[in-house]
């Protein structure tokens, strides 16, 4: 089954403890996209990645870092996490350029930092 | 200021009758624009969507219709149904970045 995957799906975390979300897509697709939910804001972008070890910023990079070593997956890590980033966040892929092509969305990690 | 604005937060409609959701943009530039929709606890799918160069994509039930010189999009559900229910968003691209511009989402509610 196609699908894109993330982990863990909820955590609840302390101030400037590192974490990691992990994403990982079996489509074979080159973009991949992270974005933060907010009520009232929609979904913000926070970096993408069109392929193996090329990323760049989104709308909201400030305190996240991701990777992309593989073409499969793209984790998402918050060195010093504090709670402005308490959100809900998805990991997105698409076979082609994002915004002219459906993404497909991993399920969502609800992140709670205290 | 956003540049995307889907102004009504909620939507409750009639099982059977027509769905319209609303989204106004301020970017001239944007010239591709998408409809998702959410479930809870699940990820936004895509709906459907359309090219500046269009002012009307239909997809079964589902049509989107577009008011370039308002700066306009609609998406017009017909007959609504119960599984319609869910959080639409709309978003809007331009050709010079590979960046998606949400809005903030309408709930629609379709009632029995």
């Known amino acids: 089954e196609a699908q894109v995957t993330q982990n863990p799906r909820y955590l609840i975390t302390v101030t400037g403890k590192k974490l990691t979300v992990t994403c990982s897509q079996n489509m074979n697709h080159e973009y991949m996209s992270w974005y933060r939910q907010d009520p009232g804001l929609g979904l913000r972008q926070i970096y993408y990645s069109m392929n193996v070890e090329v990323t760049d910023k989104g709308d909201v990079p400030e305190g996240y870092k991701v990777s992309r070593k593989e073409k499969r997956n793209f984790p998402l890590i918050l060195e010093s996490p504090s709670p402005n980033q308490t959100s809900l966040y998805f990991c997105?892929?698409?076979?082609?350029?994002?915004?002219?092509?459906?993404?497909?969305f991993g399920p969502g990690t609800r992140l709670t930092v205290l | 200021d956003q540049q995307v604005k889907q102004n009504s937060p909620s939507l409750s409609v009639q099982e059977g009758r027509i769905s319209i959701l609303n989204c106004d943009y301020t970017?001239?530039?944007?010239?591709?624009f998408l409809w998702y929709k959410k479930y809870p606890a699940e990820g936004p799918t895509f709906l459907i969507s359309?090219?500046?160069i269009k002012d009307k994509n239909e997809d079964g039930r589902f049509t989107v219709f577009l008011n370039k010189s308002a700066k306009h999009l609609s998406l017009h559900i017909v007959p609504s149904q119960p599984g319609d229910s869910a959080v639409y968003f709309c978003a809007a691209s331009d050709d010079s970045n590979y960046q998606l511009i949400w809005g903030a989402g309408t709930k629609l509610i379709i009632k029995p």
């Open positions: 359309i090219s500046s």
């Open positions: 970017n001239s530039m944007f010239d591709y």
């Open positions: 997105a892929s698409s076979s082609e350029r994002e915004t002219e092509n459906e993404q497909f």
